[in-house]
């Protein structure tokens, strides 16, 4: 059974920072890029970060530079995904949801991923 649990989420005041984990589990996803979106109330959701299956690659939307640290866990049987995130934002309130793709490339695109977590709430307040 495949199994995408991300867990970390709150609410924090802006300048504060979170920890956001995904486990995956079920399928061999040290084979697989894996992502990080966010859907904010009213919005469509967009790509945080995504890092490859051995992490030689990185990407994270501009909004998020130099604020987020994406990185995974290639353990046996569950792999772990963190997303780092350091001086929110009240921008920065959404579901956040981990996501694996089953392919090579590290897309940025939500429908090229197979695979997808519940998400997690993360609320920022001014």
């Known amino acids: 059974q495949v199994r995408l649990v991300e867990s970390g989420g709150g609410l924090v005041q802006a300048g504060g920072s979170l920890r956001l984990s995904c486990a995956a589990s079920?399928?061999?996803?040290?084979?697989?890029?894996m992502g990080w979106f966010r859907q904010a109330p009213g919005k469509e959701r967009e790509f945080v970060a995504g890092?490859?299956?051995?992490?030689?690659?990185?990407?994270?939307t501009d909004s998020v530079k130099g604020r987020f640290t994406i990185s995974r866990d290639n353990a046996q049987n569950t792999v772990t995904v963190y997303l780092q995130m350091e001086s929110l934002q009240p921008a920065d309130t959404a579901v956040y949801s981990c996501?694996?793709?089953?392919?090579?490339?590290?897309?940025?695109?939500?429908?090229?991923?197979?695979?997808w977590g519940q998400g997690t709430q993360v609320t920022v307040s001014s």
């Open positions: 996501a694996a793709d089953r392919t090579f490339s590290l897309s940025r695109v939500a429908r090229e991923y197979d695979y």
């Open positions: 079920g399928r061999t996803f040290s084979n697989y890029a």
């Open positions: 890092i490859s299956w051995g992490s030689a690659i990185i990407n994270y």
